[in-house]
């Protein structure tokens, strides 16, 4: 090949910045010229008024004093229009009019499918894992997923000396609508006392439970970790929960926020539970060593794929070995919750004076 392409698309993470710059600059040692595309498969499909908003030759300079930013300089942006044949086939005819030859995709499992799809059309495509979730069963973590935990950590541990001085529990939510790793490995990092996350089950009962024998045994302050898409594995009737306690009957049911779920661990434990939403700060910031390592190692190698003219292939990393599979094949088994790390953080939370 003489000529690639790459973009990122969906969710931004931090370290997207350095797999664009170790794609380019493999290419160009491997005499490969780049086009970078932006906010991902919109700038494929180019319906900008003015190209230079679509697309632009990307060079060693283009990628320069990037590979500390976070973000993307490429952009990011969903396109529902992509999961349409016809607008995947106008992408093809894009690429090709272009002279490209190959596409390096940088994002999670929806960007996944947009280079799975492009593939099967006969445009040769490298999937390179950017998404903090880590929820890419291929692989041990993705790009973005170690920042991510890092921000978490240093926030909770600020939260953490605040609930102390006000001898409080606090519920702070991190992302993961699908996928609990940053819930448990912030845990575990931070010394929560609890997590709740999407692939174990548990109850508002329990953990009320546990807040009240924390107090009970001393404990001035707890910290629950709470990833985004815990709801899903909740077994309590919050209906019934809110009907029993008056203080609660202002709760829909139909939205329950993690402020809610605070003010429900409250009335039952009988201890102060704030809540605290971390966001989109987790995304945001300079990406760590190891996130900038790996995107570095991984945008390589989805580059070298492209020069032996292999594609339909996901890149990622097992046991610290640099790793390709079939993009059909990124979510082969269930994501599952680490169970050694879940009983670790309850072995370390131990509640006694």
Partial sequence: ??????LTSGGDAPGMNAAIRAVVRTAIQNEMSVVGFKRGYNGVLMRSKDERDDFEMLTARSVSDKIHRGGTFLMTARCLDFMEEKY????????RM???EGLVCIGGDGTYKGALAL??????????PGTIDND?????????????????????NRIRETSDSHERASLITVMGRNCGDIATHTALACGA???????????????????????MRGKRSM?????????SSLTSDIAKICADNPKLNEISVHHITSSQIAQIIEELSGHETRATVLGYIQRGGSPSARDRILASRLGAHAVNLLKQDKGGLAVGVHNESVIDVPLANVQDGAHVADLELEKLINVMAVMTH
């Fill in 193 to 215: 006392e609890l997590f709740m996350i999407p692939e174990l089950p548990w109850s508002l009962e329990d953990i009320a439970e546990r807040v009240k024998w924390g107090v």
């Fill in 1 to 6: 090949m003489k000529r690639i392409g790459v």
């Fill in 88 to 95: 995947q086939k106008q992408a093809v005819s894009n690429l």
């Fill in 136 to 156: 890419l069963a291929y692989t041990d973590y993705t790009i973005g997923f170690d920042t991510a935990l890092n921000t978490a950590c240093e926030c909770i």
């Fill in 98 to 100: 272009l002279g490209i």
């Fill in 223 to 231: 910290i629950i970790v709470f990833a985004e898409g815990a709801l």
């Fill in 119 to 128: 593939n099967n059309l006969g445009m040769p495509t490298i999937g390179v």
